[in-house]
């Protein structure tokens, strides 16, 4: 079964590529890559993988993620210039291995971009609570946090919050920029990326020059109760696999290729580029923060914030503008993952593996108007009642899984089609690819149980739609050599 970008007036492939506006440059991808990595990962959840998992090591947890993330980057580079499509690892999976797989695959990618946007959404609600509490206009505790979180040993919790408001009005804006058009998304992303940069590389710098070498000791701080992933070389593999979540962004450049103006080369190019960027950015940022406040004071909303102020007054300036990079930034990074869900639900719909509405397109935007709609409302009600920590874990399940089966899908395009042009090649294959596999699965297992739980009880949800929808479409066969 292959994913049809080049056959007759009528196919699924062809009314993508007809009706979407190729807008999207080399520069525009990159920034929509770096746009959708440097997010919450950087500015949120660093501090509590660094606070709960693995001290100042959590600078080789963000090295371990980023090495996984290139070996997946690898895969992605090759299959994204072989089938240019939109759909990213659902497509690829369909191409490779059928519909049913390509469904699930799908399926988990919702849910990766769903709990990803919902979950910066949260991380970024809590430094807007720290600027509103600053300037003296605190937000009424009914609407500044989640009604429910999860204790210690997982259970339910309620907080006596009503919903967090600020995180469902950022899902709301965003949503209506990506029903906009990807050129608006494009220009609100490099505006994003650009403020986020500039004050990550001024932390950088700015901060090295008072770090305190005693935080980084011990640098791999023993386990107090010999928890398996609590803290010790465990701590470290797991605290990468809970901030793999901060990879994301990449895989989600491959789901524009229908608006790219050259895909088979600009979208390859702006994978590996978005990746180097944004691995030596965590890092940086990681190590620096680590060095001004100890790890067990990081385990916070907005530990960057925190990091500055643990290093005196000579720091203590550039926390505002901290504060406003991430409000002004982070939106960039719920804006790309909305925009890459509403394109994975189109391309799924023009398969039909979802019903025809997904792929209805806004007579003056040529925007899938009912998935973005959707995806606005479930992501903004996942935003408003959940806590990020809950969220993250579903994101890197989701996200890992579908990284296995791309680079399991170029082991069996390999072999299945052999011929096919391919502009980006993986090295070493099938080792290479069977390595990223493997890496998938050791993830995976690093991971707490209960996010294996959820995520399970997730793809039931998606096997019964699949049964009660997904399997009546037809496959079409044709070629998918290039895009016209």
Known sequence: AMADVKGNEGEPGVKEDVEMKRELNLFALVCMGVGGIVGAGIFVISGQAASAYAGPAVVLSFALAGACSLVYALCFAELSAMVPISGSAYTYTRVAFGRLPGFLIGWALVAEYLFAASAVSVGWSGYVRSLFRAMGYPIPDAFDDAPCRFGE?????????????????????????????????????????????????????AGAFFVKPENWEPFIPESPDGEFGHFGWTGVVRASSVIFFAYIGFDAITTAAAESKDPQNDIPAAIFWSLGISTVLYMAVALVMTGLAHYTLLGVPDPMVVAVMEGGPGLAWLAPFITVAVIVGLPGVVLVTMFAISRVLY????????????????????????????????????????????????????????????????????????????????????????????LAIAQILFLPWTAWVRMGLWMIGGLMLWFAYGSRGQDSEVSYDRVE
């Open 153 to 205: 040993n997982h259970e339910f919790v309620t907080t006596g919050d009503i919903i967090n408001l600020p995180a469902v009005l950022l899902i709301v804006f965003c949503t209506t920029v990506v029903g906009v058009g990807a050129k608006t998304s494009s220009t609100f992303t490099t505006v994003a990326v650009v403020i986020k940069i500039c004050i990550i590389i001024v932390f950088a710098v």
């Open 347 to 438: 391309t799924m719909a023009n398969d039909g593996m979802l019903p025809e509405l997904f792929k209805e397109l806004h007579p003056t935007f040529f925007t899938p108007l009912y998935a973005t709609i959707l995806c606005g409302v479930v992501a903004g009600l996942i935003a408003g009642l959940f806590p990020i920590g809950v969220l993250a874990e579903l994101v890197s399940v989701g996200t890992l899984f579908a990284f296995g089966m791309v680079c399991a899908g170029v082991i069996v395009l390999r072999h299945t089609q052999p011929d096919s042009h391919r502009p980006v090649v993986v090295p070493f294959s099938p080792f290479v690819p069977g390595l990223g596999v493997l």
